[in-house]
């Protein structure tokens, strides 16, 4: 299927001469184009493109966009009312080969409703997952994903530009949280996290948005030896840059969260 990978690209619109870097990521069937939002079903007919989404309160609304262009390497597709806006995808292709061992993911507090989240993944795809606030499961929890899944990681891995990737990347805007990854592969680490999402690269930003939601699509199983301390004890977790999550004195003050090291 042409239109099953990850892409990248611009909206174009004909009365604005400024773009907006957008990206969008297929599945067999489900489709994701935000960082905190999961992903919604599409399906191609005949020459248009439609994706099933889903608001926060629930209602659920089919949207379509013409197909101008499908191919190995290219998307354009209209958008709006008129079809005024264009969007111009490249798929995005695999920049290392990357084979890890283990996998570590982070989120941090932020002052609203940020998920503060921990989780691993080994090359077995055995998951442990601990949910400490503003995740739909909370506490640790054990399970195991599935091949299509743990493929479909591997790939957004590999589609990291490894060689120019930073340890850290801060936005200018206050008010975000920070995520982090350490992928472990031979007897290197790679590690990369972000306060706000505006300043890594997009691979990152897409990787960042298919691991802070695959707890939801796991069958899980509780497991109390899955805690904080599980993850905080381990110097690949510590390395994540985490952010301090604030206290209400902190937060009259209207400052940005400090990183802790």
């Known amino acids: 299927m042409l239109i099953k990978g990850d892409w990248i690209g611009q909206q174009q619109s004909k009365e604005y001469t400024e773009n907006e870097t957008i990206y969008g990521c297929f599945a067999d069937s489900t489709y994701q184009n935000s960082l905190m939002q999961d992903t919604f079903k599409y399906?191609?007919?005949?020459?248009s493109l439609y994706i099933e989404n889903v608001d926060f309160e629930g209602n659920k609304t089919l949207n379509s966009f013409p197909i101008v262009k499908l191919t190995t390497d290219s998307l354009i597709l209209l958008d709006g009312v008129k079809q005024e806006y264009t969007l111009r995808f490249s798929k995005v292709h695999a920049k290392n080969k990357l084979t890890p061992t283990a996998i570590y993911f982070a989120?941090?507090?932020?002052y609203g409703k940020c998920p503060i989240m921990y989780l691993e993944i080994d090359s077995s795809r055995n998951i442990r997952f601990y949910g400490e606030r503003y995740t739909s499961a909370t506490g640790g929890f054990k399970g195991r994903i599935s091949e299509n899944e743990y493929n479909s990681i591997i790939d957004k891995i590999?589609?990291?530009p490894v060689d120019s990737l930073r340890e850290f990347y801060e936005t200018s805007m206050t008010d975000q949280e920070t995520l982090g990854i350490s992928i472990i592969h031979g007897n290197t680490v790679t590690r990369s996290s972000a306060y706000g999402h505006d300043q890594e690269p997009m691979e990152l930003h897409i990787l960042f948005g298919k691991l802070i939601n695959l707890y939801k699509h796991i069958s899980m199983k509780p497991d109390s030896s899955v805690n904080?301390?599980?993850f905080l004890s381990n110097p690949n977790?510590?390395?994540l840059k985490e952010v301090t999550v604030p206290s209400p004195s902190e937060i009259r003050k209207f400052t940005r969260p400090?990183?802790?090291e």
């Open 43 to 47: 399906e191609i007919r005949k020459d």
């Open 237 to 239: 977790v510590m390395s």
């Open 107 to 110: 989120s941090s507090g932020c």
């Open 258 to 260: 400090k990183i802790v």
């Open 228 to 230: 904080s301390s599980y």
């Open 158 to 160: 590999r589609n990291l």
